[in-house]
């Protein structure tokens, strides 16, 4: 595998320059559901309704997922939990995992600052574009070009679209002009029921957790 679908969210959520993540909470979560739903892939955990079931420890050879595969061990400890919680524990520490991830392979750069003179921050700017332009092109090709979309990158879609990432993917365009052709990918029968599954529950997740935020925030 060469490139997770967490790390594809996260290369659209970093501005290029700066570094900087847009729409960073929205992007957490589709980036914690995107490991998920490669661990799911990857045969090593199941949905079943609206609770997660490990079926697998192996490593799958992909450092970013495995390192989730302890965790979700320790965590569901034989006990049924849902997929909402889950994400709700592990976006943050999914973000930092991913992030660390591109700059290991070297797509990314980490910056340390401090604003102030004291609060450190850390920055991302891009140092390999070559990735993101492929991504980006498979999402142009699938959303505004007539090109029916593989599994993976209408898994993505999927993702992006629950998750309301479409300025990130298409920040050329109003999300009412990709939406309709985003969510009817996001519709289709593209992918196995195991998939489906999966991404149906992160998309509940995910829609309770952003209005959960909107509540707490007026």
Known sequence: ??????????????????????????????????ILVELVLAERIAVSGKHLELTGTEPTGVPLLDGRLPLMETWLRGRRRRVSDWL??????AVSATLESLAARGLVVEERHKVLGMFPVRRYPEADATVEVALRAR???????????????????????????????????????VRPRMGEIAAGKWAAEAVRVAIREVQVAMIAATAATAAAVS
């Open 88 to 93: 709700t524990k592990d976006h943050m520490r």
């Open 139 to 177: 999402l142009d090709a699938a959303v505004l070009g007539d090109t029916e979309p593989d599994e993976r990158t209408a898994t993505l879609i999927a993702l992006l679209h629950s998750a309301k990432l479409h300025r990130l993917a298409f920040p050329g365009h109003r999300a009412s002009e």
């Open 1 to 34: 595998m060469d490139i997770t679908l967490a790390e594809e969210i996260m290369l659209l959520s970093l501005d290029e320059e700066s570094g900087a993540a847009r729409q960073r909470q929205a992007a957490g979560w589709a980036v914690a559901a995107g």
